[in-house]
């Protein structure tokens, strides 16, 4: 079975500094990982996503994040915080093999800019 | 672009009564995915749907039911509601069930008083 575990319910940044959002997977099989943002009372959005090929994958919004299958982990990054960045961002991931398609989310990581 | 559209976005409900959430897919999508997502919680796997026929089944209780009609959208009916099925559900569509993509809904949100 699939699990994500993100580290850090909370993570709190000054404008202007890095954004380190950790997850950490489990998948016996190669896995799909993405990773989504969710404002306040509003749906999830697509940060960005690894199936196959390149490791290093950027998305919207300035995020980008490594696929290291050694670590079994999917950080993600963004050099410099904005203060729109305040958001809840879920990791997730999905088998290869999952025929159903359903998305596993980890706990989520609420990021706090500071001005 | 067209999105992913729920209705209602809000729905207020009494204990043991019904409720009907609506999912209308991205045009040409032919898979539903319907999530709930408690007050500070992770959004978690009800049920799925891929050309009309039930795709997948996660945690979701014997007191909801769930299908996907010919126009490809989706019913999530809830009966003999309990407070804590208060929460918001999301809705999700995707091209075939082998993409990588799930595009969701903004949610309709549930309240059981």
């Known amino acids: 079975a699939q699990s994500v575990t993100q580290l850090g319910s909370h993570v709190s940044v000054s404008e202007g500094a890095l954004v380190l959002l950790r997850c950490n997977y489990s998948s016996s099989v190669p896995p799909y990982l993405f990773w989504y943002v969710q404002y306040p009372n509003q749906g999830l959005q697509l940060l960005l996503k690894y199936t196959t090929g390149a490791t290093l994958v950027k998305g919207i919004n300035g995020f980008e994040a490594e696929f290291k299958k050694s670590e079994t982990s999917f950080h993600l990054t963004k050099p410099s915080a904005h203060m729109s960045d305040a958001a809840e961002y879920f990791c997730?991931?999905?088998?290869?093999?999952?025929?159903?398609?359903?998305?596993?989310f980890g706990q989520g990581t609420e990021l706090s800019v500071k001005p | 672009a067209a999105g992913v559209i729920q209705s209602p976005r809000h729905l207020i409900k009494e204990k043991r009564e019904t409720a009907t959430l609506k999912c209308y897919p991205i045009p040409r999508h032919d898979t539903v995915y319907w999530y709930q997502q408690g007050p500070g919680q992770d959004p978690q796997f009800l049920i799925s749907f891929y050309e009309k026929m039930q795709s997948d089944k996660g945690s979701i209780p014997d007191r909801f039911s769930a299908q996907q009609f010919s126009d490809y959208h989706s019913e999530l009916n809830m009966s003999s509601l309990e407070l804590g099925d208060s929460a918001l559900y999301f809705c999700a569509s995707s091209l075939s069930t082998g993409a990588n993509e799930q595009f969701f809904g903004p949610g309709t949100r549930l309240t059981v008083l």
């Open positions: 997730a991931v999905r088998g290869f093999y999952n025929q159903g398609g359903k998305l596993i």
